[in-house]
């Protein structure tokens, strides 16, 4: 029973330390002037009309950055069919030539030969004038980076390492590979 009353008391003391103290006041809540509550609803107001205006500009910023992201994709687009226009009338003159070609009657083969290689000289200068240079091989040093050796010749005739042959050309564009040449390269233990 002593362990009873024990318990008895210590629930008494836990309630009394969480009652809440008594209140001078004899309203149920604080009272709050009209002034106060006027002044809280224009700071309302002011928050409530900055919030707006932050969201408008940046639904304006938002807008203007898919604008400006348009804009530069077609000016792009613009400029490669700009280019790729440029590169087809540099053309043009060449496919005029292969077509006075084929229009007239065959009178030889010298000057079938003669014909076809005035058409190769337009499209080389064409091409040129867009700044495709031809990667030089015959004679040269193999360099792996602007050729592509497809075979290993052994011959005595040639420096060891060097180009002996061109089976295709390579072309690049101001420094940068479009193609690289295909080359027989020799080897000569003795060079």
């Known amino acids: 029973m002593a362990r009873s009353n024990g318990k008895a008391e210590v629930d008494q003391e836990l309630n009394v330390d969480h009652e809440l103290p008594a209140s001078d006041d004899q309203g149920d809540s604080p009272q709050v002037s ?81 014909g076809v290689e005035l058409i190769y000289k337009q499209l080389q200068d064409a091409l040129a004038r867009l700044g495709v240079e031809h990667v030089g091989a015959v004679g040269e040093k193999f360099d792996p980076h602007f050729q592509e050796a497809i075979e290993v010749v052994d011959t005595p005739d040639a420096k060891d390492n060097h180009v002996i042959e061109e089976l295709q050309r390579g072309y690049k564009l101001k420094n940068r590979l479009l193609r690289p040449a295909m080359v027989r390269v020799a080897r000569n233990p003795k060079h």
Do not use: C
Not at 40 to 69: C, G, H, I, P, Y
Not at 98 to 110: D, H, I, K, Q, W
């Open 34 to 114: 009209p002034k106060d509550t006027e002044v809280a609803e224009t700071e309302l107001d002011k928050v409530k009309a900055e919030r707006d205006a932050l969201v408008e500009r940046l639904a304006r910023q938002q807008a203007e950055f898919e604008n400006s992201r348009k804009r530069a994709a077609k000016e792009q687009q613009d400029y490669r069919e700009y280019a790729l226009g440029d590169a087809i009338k540099a053309m043009l003159p060449a496919l005029d030539s292969f077509e006075r070609a084929l229009r007239t009657e065959s009178s030889g083969a010298e000057d079938f030969r003669a």
